[in-house]
């Protein structure tokens, strides 16, 4: 058998137990250990990963599904957010820079995100930009849907823990694997390439053993992703002259992120067998993120022009009114019809370059013991994380006057402009506009952790184990922020960009360009390396001093919070004859948090000279939360299982949310005069839910079930903006700020399997199937929101995943497609212009879906090459005004291509 494969079967189930009590880990682990000394054909690879995931979700007290690692160094997927979304109710969005991010479980992003069992955080958020943690870093991912109360709290949605490799996974002496994946994008025509290496030993010492592991990986992605926009529907008779009685976009435009980042990563850790009871540990990561690139604006301000000429209308007609810009409301009440087609004369064409660098440097220590009798298991952990990020963005707008555009409205579901004569290719005739915008911002965040995990096993009929644990977390967290930056001297667009001694490439060719504007044709930008490199004698040119702007002080916190936790909980077991039983937790989790913030109000001119006046602000706050949980399994045989749980969970508000600084108008000595002001909340609430689950189970065969699922979820406090009337000094204000007013209902459906096709003669026996599907189903219930009675944005109803594997003859292949429904992606809070009745309107996104594949070959039992394409079908994001009659944006997500090897020995 192949030593690695043993490795995996073994280790895989201990990886989603080792943050529960360590005799269900090592229960678990014993009987995977049985289970595969008994098995006369022996599984490897793909497969060995799935069987592993299965069992992790059969033998588990909670709702789980987990991924785990194919072999050292290869997930599933070529990242941990795709993963992800292969797991029944997690939904997923593709960022700018064509990485899959932002997961979401069953509705709520609310997660809490643990590293081997400990609390992890990107910068002065609660979240984790899980694309920060290389795939290749990862051994398996377990994502737990119902709670109890041993898990760390403050995930709403639930709790995703991911896990590193540790030398005790590896059979006894010298383990080396490497890793190495070239990928080239089609739309950025880069390649782009991650590498790794991992080292683990282990040795007898006395009466144990001795453990040490090292595990390193580079990558660096090059990325381009082209997006065409309308902007917002506006009735043209109140705009250029020409074409009355039509609805066309404000503005049009586009834009490509271009550029490039790397992320480094390092993990180490040593594991020590003192005795077969006593374990003692320390492992260490530091992971970074380092990006380069450039947001290119093309653009034209349509409405700014002086005539329309050449239009058509659709056949789309309604009767609205129209305020006096000519959005929806006021009282001007408009029959109107979509436009189909447009010319605009004498409006300007600009570009625009946003330079942008940033970084993120996350650093996680943590070491602790393991104690383990017949009857008594003891875990105490210590940890230390450290993230700090870094963002620094330089915006220069520059245009040439009074060209003419025509405009497609609806492309085939997409807008297209055409500059005529595409002004914007050459670069002579710019002439700068608007201001030199700097968005800079840095945050540093910290965190103690120390948690005792302790479990008594009781020698009874019912009650089989008492677990008791407390943890102690002490975080520290920096903001500053500043955004803004001076106008160029004179008249705004009228300025030359070449007459004011700017190096000859200054304005250079985009790197990239959009389809669906001037016919994919470049044009002339300002250059992104000068923005970042020269920036203090841009200052200069814009008559501002040399060195970055002071930070916004309103902007600014310093947060610290302590957090005691306690619990206690038992686990308990009825045999029904030699094979039926019902078992199951029944726990209560107590936690408290002490939280200081530091922030600065600003009254707007309130200084004796005129200028704003700066006011520090302390907040110190308490609060006291009781998690309750329940859950009960019925296993009526050792193939079919049933499940009900109920927890009750919680998630912090952000620290950006609770910052105590408010932003006041000027008192104007007149106190009956309500003025305006808005700003944090420190006394937000955390947001609580109720979580209901039940889930039947089906296992057969040795690696295939098929499982379905049905969830609720009632939560209460979720964070909203809201207006308030607050008196200040005397003095009476209208504050904007978020506030606790925020309740809505989930439910759904989830339904989960996956089959080998063992039967099936020889050679078509390495088939199997898989695939989930979820039925998500939300509500908003908060009195009088905007949204009350709707779904939650960002939320689709369905979604699935459907797959076929194959593995055979040491060829491994598989193929994936994964779907989500149409969806609100936000509210237009004051309704969009494209004739929609509804209470609401929305930008909506279109129903999309993916296509990937991998096949790999074991050219010797050490050596794997694979090759693999992500996005194959060309899936892009289209999205538009709540009706498909107005297109809002397409954004073109790039298909990859790439090719891999592995080592090991």
Sequence with gaps: MNRIAHSLVLSSSAFAMAIWSPAQAQEVQDAAAADVAGSEIVVTGQRASLEAARNIKKNSDLVVDSIVAEDIGKLPDTSVASALQRVAGV???NGFNNEIQSPIVRGLGDILTTLDGREIFTGVGRGFSFQDLPAEAIGGIDVFKSNSANLVEGGVAGVIDMKLQKPFNFDKGLTIAANGRVYNGRVSDKTSYTAGLLVSNTWDVGDGRLGALIDVSYARNNFSRPVSFNCDPRSTNHGPAGAPDLVLPTCVGGTTDTGHNTRPQVNAALQWEVTPELELYLDGLYTGYRSTFATNFIFADLFAGNSITNATASSDCFTAPVDNAGFLGGNNVENLCIGQSATFNGVDALTSTQAKKQSTDQYVLGGGARWNTDTIHVVFDASYIQSKNANRAIIVDVAKRNQSVDILVNDNGHGTTQMVGDPLSTPDGFVFANTLFQDLNKSNSRQYAFKLDTAFDIDSSFLRQVQVGARYSDRHGTFRAVAGGPSFPGPNRGTLVDSVGLPSDFM???????PYINGGSHWYTPNADYLLNNTDELRALYGAPAGDPDWDPTRNYDAAEKTFAAYMQGKYQLDIGDVSMIDGLVGLRVVRTNRTIDGTSRVIGGATDGSDLFVPVNRDTSDVYVLPNASIRFK??????FRATYAKTMSRPTFGDLNPGLSLAAPGGNPNVILAGSGGNPDLRAQQSHNFD????YYFGRSSYVSLAGYYRKLKDRVAPDTTIQVIDGQTYQITQPRNLGSSNLKGIEAAGQFFLDFLPEGFDGFGLMGTFTYADSKVTTKGDLLEGQQLLGVSKYSYTAGALYEKY???ARVVYT???GYNETAFGAGTLTGSTDAVQFNKVKSNGRLDFSIGYDVTPNITVTVDGVNVN???????FDTP?????????????????????
């Design 636 to 641: 009526a045989t050792d193939q079919l299982q």
């Design 810 to 812: 040491g060829i491994t």
């Design 819 to 821: 779907w989500r429904s």
């Design 885 to 905: 009659a107005f297109p809002h944006d397409i954004r073109i997500d790039d298909k990859f291509y790439g090719a891999s090897i592995r080592l090991k020995y």
């Design 508 to 514: 250079v060719r985009s790197p990239d360009s959009i």
């Design 694 to 697: 039940v889930t039947a189970e």
């Design 874 to 880: 060309g899936g892009k994001y289209y999205s538009y």
């Design 91 to 93: 939904q997923v969005v």
